[in-house]
């Protein structure tokens, strides 16, 4: 099956595409990242197939595109559920339980690290730091931080996740 991306995204790709635009034709790689996140938006995760269509958009090598989509932990290769939550494990926040407070959302959610809900609602990731040091334990939900997690703390926070319509949001 061949993906495209939508009119919507191309519009947006081809205006990325030109304000980052590097005398010599080189413009379109400082695009792969947003490409990336549209791909990922449009079509759930980055199959391999998606990795193309972003190659073939940006006529980049597909190894390049690989090898992006495989550095950063934000960037899903499998089908995973629609609201991401992403745990700080890093030192401030192991310091200060961050490992107990992961285990909580495993605990709630009834899933593992890395791993959906059945329902696809969440998608439970441990991160390796997410820049909230200062308020450790920490996890993040799109754009949304949530900042001095203790484990009694995490049942409140997945019933206000499954409140919202969809915390995930658009970095493009």
Do not use: W
Request: aromatic share 6%.
């Amino acid at each position: 099956m061949s993906l495209e991306f939508s009119a919507d995204a191309q519009k947006k790709i081809a205006a990325l595409c030109e304000r980052y635009a590097v005398p010599g034709g080189q413009g379109k790689q400082p695009v792969v990242m947003a490409a990336l996140h549209l791909a990922q938006k449009e079509h759930g995760h980055l199959s391999d197939d998606a990795l193309k269509l972003v190659a073939k958009t940006l006529a980049l090598p597909y190894a390049h595109v690989y090898g992006v989509a495989t550095f950063y932990t934000m960037y899903r290769r499998e089908p995973a559920g629609k609201t991401t939550i992403r745990m700080c494990t890093n030192i401030s926040c192991m310091l200060r339980r961050g490992y107990e407070v992961l285990e909580a959302f495993e605990k709630t959610l009834g899933i593992k690290r890395g791993k959906s809900t059945a329902d696809g609602q969440f998608h439970l990731v441990e991160e390796e730091c997410i820049a909230a040091c200062a308020n450790a334990p920490c996890a993040v939900v799109g754009t949304e931080y949530y900042l001095d997690i203790t484990p009694d703390k995490v049942p409140q926070i997945i019933e206000e996740l499954r409140k919202k319509p969809h915390p995930e949001s658009e970095v493009v």
